[in-house]
């Protein structure tokens, strides 16, 4: 079992940036590949970008390519997404999920645990 904390959400203003924390526990960090996805209401889940075990390989939704950045810290068991210039459409409920399998993946049905989500409101 792993449990998955969201923090760092907020309201900010178009152009602004965040910062989302999600702090894991239960098992070994390192052994998942750790993506970050949103629904916005009405919509459903999409993804956002993800990051593997290492950290070595991140991938991203072009939607968010070149403004957002996922890093994670295995020694604090802890992934991050640095969203940068932030606009309206960003608007969302953001989780963060764990996914246990070698290859990595962008659709949700393939991650194994999630967490609560985290509201992140872009004013215009």
């Known amino acids: 079992q792993v449990v998955l904390v969201e923090s760092g959400g907020g309201l900010v203003q178009a152009g602004d940036s965040l910062r989302l924390s999600c702090a894991a526990s239960?098992?070994?960090?390192?052994?998942?590949?750790m993506g970050w996805f949103r629904q916005a209401p009405g919509k459903e889940r999409e993804f956002v970008g993800v990051?593997?075990?290492?950290?070595?390989?991140?991938y991203y939704a072009d939607s968010v390519k070149g403004r957002f950045t996922i890093s994670r810290d295995n020694a604090k068991n802890t992934v991050y997404l640095q969203m940068n210039s932030l606009k309206p459409e960003d608007t969302a409920v953001y989780y963060c999920?764990?996914?246990?399998?070698?290859?990595?993946?962008?659709?949700?049905?393939?991650?194994?645990?999630w967490g609560q989500g985290t509201q992140v409101t872009v004013s215009s």
């Open positions: 239960g098992r070994t960090f390192s052994s998942f590949n």
């Open positions: 999920a764990a996914d246990l399998s070698t290859a990595i993946y962008t659709t949700p049905p393939r991650y194994d645990y």
């Open positions: 990051i593997s075990r290492s950290g070595g390989s991140t």
